[in-house]
């Protein structure tokens, strides 16, 4: 109740929850739906304390926890429901009402991939639920231990194709960075990660849509994806010499 207080009086956009100290190690006779209600409850009774203040969950596999009591972007979206239908104050039932989202989620690039999800599905998901609230954006590789590594260090198309689903969505909101350098002096860290995520927006800029959306829509016209990674070999590598001619795409 505190922290949403101070989130009403700086007006901010949101308060991200990261439950990470709550879930269980053994999964033997937890009693889950008692576990996830003293959590939805609590959650529920704050917000109704002070209306009107956005949240966003922050699914988690695991870590600190062994498995954290919400793991994946599915367990996010559904307890963003939840707590919405355990809300009682009539100013947050109005904004409910009024077709506002008070839970919402802030994913994590780097969580999504402790979990082994598709990260351009994941954010699809949260989004077609008008869910998405932020962003934090790093990387590393599938599953994992939670390293926090820069944007694009590793599988920067993930980043890519987690960006472009953001764009087709119309998203334009902010995008947080959330990394642990270990190894590098934290201002050429935080540049390299600024410097990287401009890079890859200016790239979904470029992309050339109609062409996309043609392959994409039809499959049985462009060889399923053959057309469509041909054209990605060609976005990623411009100045690449030798290439075979690039195949016509068909449209319906």
Same mark, same amino acid.
């Given at each position: ?29 937890? !009693?889950?739906? &008692? ?6 409850? %609590?959650?529920?009774? @704050? +917000? ?101 590594? !820069?944007?694009? &260090? ?6 890519? %194709?987690?960006?472009? @689903? +953001? ?86």
């Amino acid at each position: 109740m505190a922290t949403l207080k101070m989130n009403r009086e700086h007006k901010t956009d949101f308060s991200v929850v990261w439950p990470g100290g709550d879930g269980y190690e053994i999964s033997f006779g937890i !009693n889950f739906d &008692a576990m996830w209600s003293r959590f939805e409850d %609590a959650l529920a009774e @704050a +917000m109704d304390e002070v209306p009107g203040v956005r949240i966003a969950i922050e699914p988690k596999p695991y870590e600190p926890r062994g498995n954290n009591i919400w793991r994946n972007t599915a367990d996010g979206v559904i307890m963003c429901a939840d707590v919405e239908a355990k809300l009682k104050n009539p100013a947050n039932k109005k904004l409910l009402a009024a077709g506002h989202k008070l839970v919402t989620m802030n994913p994590e690039l780097g969580h999504v991939l402790m979990g082994c999800e598709d990260f351009p599905y994941s954010l699809a998901r949260i989004l077609r639920q008008g869910r998405l609230a932020h962003t934090h954006w790093n990387n590393q590789p599938l599953g994992n231990y939670d390293q926090d590594l !820069n944007v694009g &260090a590793l599988n920067p198309d993930t980043a890519f %194709a987690g960006l472009y @689903a +953001m764009k087709m969505h119309g998203y334009s909101g902010y995008y947080g960075i959330d990394i642990f350098p270990e190894r590098i002096p934290i201002r050429q860290a935080l540049q390299n990660n600024f410097d990287r995520m401009k890079a890859l927006m200016q790239m979904c800029d470029d992309v050339n849509h109609e062409l996309v959306a043609a392959c994409v829509e039809n499959p049985d016209l462009n060889g399923g994806t053959g057309v469509l990674e041909a054209y990605l070999t060609r976005l990623w590598h411009p100045k690449a010499k030798g290439l075979s001619s690039m195949p016509k795409v068909r449209r319906g």
